[in-house]
């Protein structure tokens, strides 16, 4: 049986920080909405602060962490999996990994047609 492909994933980098923040404050989340600027961003919230409802698709988990994106925005990049990395450089948010004075930001690569194949499901957000 073929293995099912993920649709999000996380670099190393992005990862330990992300454990580094969970350990400051607590289990996290992330959400990316659309827009221009940081509105393209995955934003990190600590879980329960930011709402995900019917207008909101969960992608997936990196590092055990939800990562959800409106349904919208899911329509644009349903084709692309995505690579939760972390830059220096401060976004302009409520991000939790603002005050680090870095941000994470997406990377992205269409599926194969192999991988298109065997993709994980979304689930409704809310």
């Not at 600590?46 to 207008?55: L, N, Q, T, Y």
């Not at 969960?58 to 939800?66: H, I, K, N």
Request: net charge negative; proline share 6%; aromatic share 8%.
């Amino acid at each position: 049986m073929p293995q099912t492909v993920s649709r999000v994933d996380i670099t190393d980098a992005a990862r330990a920080l992300l454990l580094r923040l969970e350990a400051q404050h607590g289990p996290l989340m992330f959400h990316q909405s659309g827009g221009c600027c940081d509105g393209s961003s995955p934003m990190c919230y600590p879980r329960g602060e930011f709402r995900v409802g019917a207008s909101d698709v969960r992608l997936g988990a990196v590092a055990g962490t939800p990562f959800y994106m409106s349904a919208s925005q899911f329509e644009y990049w349903k084709h692309t999996h995505l690579t939760v990395d972390v830059v220096p450089g401060r976004g302009s948010g409520f991000s939790v990994e603002a005050p680090e004075g870095v941000r994470f930001l997406i990377r992205s690569r269409l599926f194969t047609d192999d991988e298109a194949e065997h993709l994980a499901p979304v689930e409704a957000g809310g």
